[in-house]
């Protein structure tokens, strides 16, 4: 009974320790995520219990969800994931018409910009790609890589429309 008990223990403090590493990024700034796994540790090492889930954060992790898009249901706000963001907008593009595609007599929708201000955009979503990989700027998550890869394949689209890919 006591080895269980002994186990259980160990399990309890393996699980905040892994989640503390798994949030820490810089350790230097360190992000509320990062704070609550720290806590969270504490709690286990001086308790022997995790907090409850009632006590940690409210807000979504930024290493793990969108901070500029929600899904609500009902009243709530609910985080959603880098993945899944990834996902819902390579969605809308797929789904998206063609730039010629247009019913008769309607006006054209498309947005046209100059080949310096695509470039500009590109070389914006290839900063936003390279923090969103893992490494020195999101730390070793890999949850934005999908974002990440968006953002490229975005990039390399607008560029392939200008002087640079001839």
Excluded: W
């Excluded at 819902?88 to 309607?106: M, S, T, V, W």
């Excluded at 046209?112 to 979503?125: F, K, N, P």
């Amino acid at each position: 009974m006591q080895g269980d008990a002994v186990r259980d223990e160990y399990a309890q403090l393996r699980a905040a320790a892994i989640r503390l590493l798994d949030a820490m990024s810089d350790p230097q700034n360190p992000s509320r995520s990062v704070e609550d796994a720290r806590r969270n540790l504490d709690a286990v090492l001086n308790t022997g219990t995790p907090q409850r889930p009632g006590t940690e954060r409210e807000e979504p992790d930024p290493f793990e969800h969108s901070l500029a898009a929600r899904r609500y249901t009902g009243r709530r706000a609910q985080p959603i994931s880098l993945s899944q963001r990834a996902a819902e907008l390579r969605n809308q593009l797929a789904n998206d018409r063609g730039l010629e595609e247009r019913q008769p007599g309607e006006p054209s929708r498309n947005v046209v910009i100059t080949e310096l201000r695509a470039m500009i955009v590109a070389g914006l979503l290839e900063e936003l790609a390279a923090r969103l990989s893992p490494g020195a700027a999101f730390g070793p998550h890999r949850s934005g890589e999908e974002l990440a890869r968006l953002a490229t394949d975005l990039a390399k689209e607008l560029l392939d429309q200008t002087f640079v890919a001839e």
